[in-house]
């Protein structure tokens, strides 16, 4: 596609409830990265994709939170029993391979936890 | 670990005005540096990036900003600020090693003023 979709655009979920978020990059990007953004803050890195592979997921602040992209393009982010600080902005960027290129971000989910 | 600061969480000019946004950084290693901006409810966009080469760096909307080594320093400047300017700005750095995430700031929230 044109840019990176992300859906949902809003999910409000109960406290302990799971949820997926998903990522569309842009076709042929390579490299895929999920940042949490907090409501007056910058996003903050959670994981790092190159293809199918998950080469950094320092910044998962639990074991509750799960990401995958089984078939190199395509992305999920799983949150299990969520809690109310998991509330926030999630974001997904996309990028070719290689250190020269900036990222293009979708618009991201807002996640409610009520 | 790479970092950087942003002075000032809010920044308010007339319409017309310099606008000038700060930005130092924190790398042990020669930096890649980017200016994002984020509108309401939005992604984030790209503004510009220095990677090598010129030190000036133009991006879009026509703002640019310069790499001052010996300050430490990407301030983001635009000689002449417009209403629709009014937006969230972040600054980036990224690992020039292999491809890898970026680290962001805490933001600047631009108001443009009549």
């Known amino acids: 596609g044109a840019g990176v979709s992300q859906s949902p655009r809003y999910k409000v979920a109960k406290r302990g409830q799971d949820v997926a978020l998903r990522c569309d990059p842009i076709s042929g990007h390579v490299s895929l990265f999920w940042y949490q953004q907090a409501l007056g803050q910058g996003p903050e890195f959670l994981t790092y994709f190159q293809n199918e592979a998950q080469l950094d997921k320092s910044g998962l602040p639990s074991d509750r939170f799960f990401a995958e992209r089984p078939e190199g393009s395509v992305s999920t982010l799983k949150i299990q029993r969520t809690q109310q600080e998991d509330s926030a902005v999630y974001l997904c960027?996309?990028?070719?391979?290689?250190?020269?290129?900036?990222?293009?971000f979708g618009s991201g989910t807002r996640l409610t936890v009520v | 670990a790479q970092s950087v600061t942003q002075l000032g969480s809010h920044v308010s000019v007339s319409e017309g005005a310099l606008v000038l946004l700060r930005c130092n950084y924190s790398s042990s290693v020669p930096p890649y540096l980017f200016w994002y901006v984020q509108y309401p409810n939005q992604g984030l966009q790209l503004l510009l990036k220095y990677t090598t080469g010129a030190t000036l760096v133009k991006g879009i909307n026509g703002f640019e900003a310069e790499f001052k080594k010996s300050e430490t320093s990407f301030h983001l400047t635009k000689p002449s600020a417009h209403m629709s300017d009014a937006a969230e700005y972040f600054c980036?750095?990224?690992?020039?090693?292999?491809?890898?995430?970026?680290?962001f700031g805490t933001g600047t929230r631009l108001q443009v003023t009549l």
């Open positions: 960027a996309s990028s070719l391979a290689g250190i020269n290129y900036g990222y293009t």
């Open positions: 980036a750095v990224r690992n020039t090693g292999t491809a890898s995430k970026l680290t």
